[in-house]
C-alpha cells in the first residue's frame, strides 16, 4: 500500500522566492494534517483538512503561509515570500476522518532558505 | 494548548539493556495518547493507548497509560542498535483530530 507522498524531499530556495510542498494523501484517508518540525519547537501543526476543507489552521504563522487542498488525493503548502526562518522540515500526514485516529506521516520535504 | 512533556530528553544504553521512556500530560477533553518512533525520516506509528491499565504490546516493545496520574511509559527490552531513533508522545487536541507533541526522547543504543 502506498503511504503518504510528499514532493520534494529537499528543498533549498533563496529568501523572498515562493516555495511549494505538496502532498498526497493515503486512499481512502478524508483527514490531512500539515506540520512543521525544528530542533527548538518540535513537531507543530500548521493546519488540517478534513473532507478537503480547512477546518483549523490556527498554527498557520503569518499570512505568507497557505495551504489548499482541491481535491481528495493532492494539498499544497504554499510560501510566500520564505525567509531563513522558515527552514524546518515539513511534514503531511493523514488519517480517516473519525475522531482519535492514528495519522500516518510522509517524509517530509526539508526546506532550507538561504 | 495542552502540554504533552517527555523524559528523559536523550538516553544512551548498551544493547540488551531494557529501556523506560516517560511521558506526561495535561488533560483537556482527554481521548487517546500515542507513541511514535522516528528515525531518520517520517514518524512511525506505535501505539494508542485510550483506556488506564491495559497494556499494549508489539514484540519487545510495550507501553501503558495511566488516566489518574496522566502519564504513560513505552519499555523496549533487549534493545538493539535498531532501536536508536526518537520516541514521540503525542495526544487529540481537543478537536480529536489533530495531535499535539512533545519534544521526542532521543535514544541511542550503542553495540
Known amino acids: 500500500d502506498a503511504g503518504v507522498i510528499q514532493s520534494p524531499r529537499h528543498e533549498v530556495t533563496e529568501m523572498g522566492q515562493e516555495v511549494t510542498l505538496r502532498c498526497k494523501p493515503i486512499?481512502?484517508?478524508?483527514?490531512l494534517f500539515w506540520y512543521r518540525q525544528t530542533m527548538m519547537r518540535g513537531l507543530e501543526l500548521l493546519i488540517y483538512?478534513?473532507?478537503?476543507?480547512?477546518?483549523?489552521d490556527s498554527g498557520m504563522p503569518e499570512d505568507r503561509f497557505s495551504a489548499k487542498m482541491p481535491n481528495a488525493s493532492f494539498s499544497t503548502l504554499k510560501i510566500q515570500p520564505s525567509e531563513p526562518r522558515d527552514s524546518a522540515v515539513y511534514f503531511c500526514?493523514?488519517?480517516?476522518?473519525?475522531?482519535?485516529?492514528?495519522?500516518?506521516f510522509g517524509d517530509g520535504t526539508r526546506l532550507s532558505i538561504l | 494548548e495542552d502540554k504533552v512533556v517527555q523524559s528523559p530528553l536523550s538516553l544512551v544504553v548498551h544493547e540488551g539493556d531494557t529501556v523506560t521512556l516517560n511521558c506526561s500530560y495535561e488533560?483537556?477533553?482527554?481521548?487517546?495518547l500515542l507513541w511514535y518512533k522516528q528515525e531518520k525520516k517520517a514518524p512511525t506509528f506505535l501505539f494508542m493507548l485510550?483506556?488506564?491499565?491495559i497494556e499494549k504490546k508489539s514484540g519487545r516493545l510495550s507501553s501503558i497509560l495511566d488516566k489518574k496520574e496522566l502519564f504513560s511509559i513505552l519499555n523496549i527490552t533487549a534493545t538493539q542498535t535498531g532501536d536508536s531513533a526518537v520516541y514521540l508522545c503525542?495526544?487529540?487536541?481537543?478537536?480529536?483530530?489533530?495531535?499535539?507533541f512533545g519534544k521526542g526522547t532521543s535514544l541511542l543504543v550503542t553495540p
Open positions: 485510550t483506556s488506564s491499565g
Open positions: 500526514a493523514s488519517s480517516l476522518m473519525e475522531k482519535s485516529q492514528p495519522q500516518h
Open positions: 486512499s481512502g484517508h478524508n483527514s
Open positions: 488533560v483537556t477533553n482527554f481521548r487517546s
Open positions: 503525542a495526544k487529540f487536541t481537543n478537536s480529536g483530530y489533530a495531535l499535539n
Open positions: 483538512f478534513n473532507n478537503n476543507v480547512p477546518i483549523d
